[in-house]
């Protein structure tokens, strides 16, 4: 049975160690707790005095179907390989939205040295290593941005223009680096600072690698975002490495975790920068963001319509031909 979708993995382990307590002790679960305490022990089949740790309790989440469909359908996340064989030759199609050159523009390593404020612009933070960099050069199908497998490579603000039509602003990480501890030091507050001052920008994109979501220097950092009133959208990077329900499931505890932020924009984005997957979606958030939509965006809604159109015709002839095979044995 399915466990209640309104519970995410701390409110399971909170409702768990309160039933264990109240067993524990011979009390009565409070009443706060009694409904809830019975659905998860119903549909998990927990012993009272069960213990399981986060990653048994995420083993036992059940993920949406309908999202494991689209995450099929947009190839995010790794799958067996035989399943992929037998559907791809009815696929969709996705032509590609394009986003203007990136070129490097400037670099700060303190408040003073922010370039004007000109153009709009989106801000890429995450913990080292998630990929921010990289997410940038495959955006826009450049190398502009310096890429490692080692945290801490990128350790200032550097701002790419695109096409001179809005920036792209990548961010040290924050979380463990192997950079020198004096530099780390200065980066935290040279963010706060961008955030809090920068009238031009319109979103921060928060990294999040898939494989472990919101981590606790993660939630400081949203915390700091809601505290300075910025709006901001979580991104799941990496999801070639997790296995499809997994992210079906990864990325349904996230969305509940940052439902209640006024300042969090609801959809969380899911994207593979090797596969290349889910950077279309993420292109034209972009691109309504900056309010460039109809600048950029015209000339492929006529094209997605066509390849919609074809997709739907391809899909009709396979239903029609298996449905006739049926017919005949
Ligand atoms: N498998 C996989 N690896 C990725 C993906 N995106 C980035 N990487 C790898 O992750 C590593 C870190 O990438 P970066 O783009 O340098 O990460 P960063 O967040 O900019 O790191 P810092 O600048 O150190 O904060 C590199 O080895 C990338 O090849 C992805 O979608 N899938
Ligand atoms: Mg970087």
Redesign the pocket.
Known sequence: MALPTSLCLRQLRAIQTAASANHATGARATPAFNTSVKALQESVKLGRSEELSNRQLFARLQADPKTVERLDMLRLGSEKPGRFERKKWFRYQEPNVRLPHVAFFAGAQAATSFPKETLPEVGIV?R????????INQLCGSAAAR???K????QQLNFYTADNDFHLVDM??YGF?FAKEEAQKHWLPLIEAYVRERKTLRRVLVLLDARHGIKANDREFLALLDRTHTKYQLVL??C??VHRIDLAKRHLLVSQEVEKSRNCIPRVML????HEAGLNELRKEILHTCSLGQKYLGLHRKKESIAQTEYLEQLKIYKDTARAKRRRQ
């Open positions: 995450g080292s290593n998630v990929g921010k960099s990289t997410l890429v490692s497998d945290p801490g490579l990128t040290p990480g680096a990077t990496k070639d490495l994207v593979s920068a090797r």
